[in-house]
């Protein structure tokens, strides 16, 4: 009996490393498997912190995965599909994928982060956590610089961590206005100090909207005011 079974944990908790084991276990039974990942994977593979790499599909939001499946199925068998970054996938693939497995009867593995920089789940995570067979959670665990658990991940944007932005940044973003690169990293964090950031974060945004209200004042009176 085909399933879906969907993987979670945070970043660095080995999501593609588990991927890229599992691809390679059904592989070497001579089984045939499609591999498929998205976003900061560009070159078209997947690879894990350890230095395992394969060959995968890039999933852009107009990928039809069930027919990608059921061209491959037709052509040359399929045994399985592999889904790396699946938080990113569109929740209408994620009913692609359920589909696969429903009508193919393929095994679906599919790898994803639980929620975004913003503490909220990611939509194609919530729709793989509404329809999959099986939820595992990626043991292997990850911890905050205060030692306790991480189950967050904080988006750093030159090292201060921001609640807001787009859901999908990867890596270093140069801003060509203010020809200037921004720095985008992540960092693993408890549930605590998340918050702890968040909090603090706020408190700066409102200090800086005083900062504005000054300034503004003392340029907008000669604006007003006639000179001649
Ligand atoms: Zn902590």
Redesign the pocket.
Known sequence: MAELRFFFGTMGSGKSTQALQIRHNLAARGLNVILTTQLDRQVGKVSSRLGVEAEAEIVDSKLNLFELARTTFEASGLDAMVCDEAQFYEPSQIEQLAQVVDELHVDVYAFGLLTSFQGELFPGTARLLELADERNQVQVEAR?????R?THNARLVNGIQVYSGALKVVGDTADEEKEETVEVTYEL??R??WHAGLRRRQGEQLELLDQQAGPAEVIDLPLNTPTS
């Open positions: 905050c610089w205060c030692g306790s991480a964090m408890c605590k100090h």
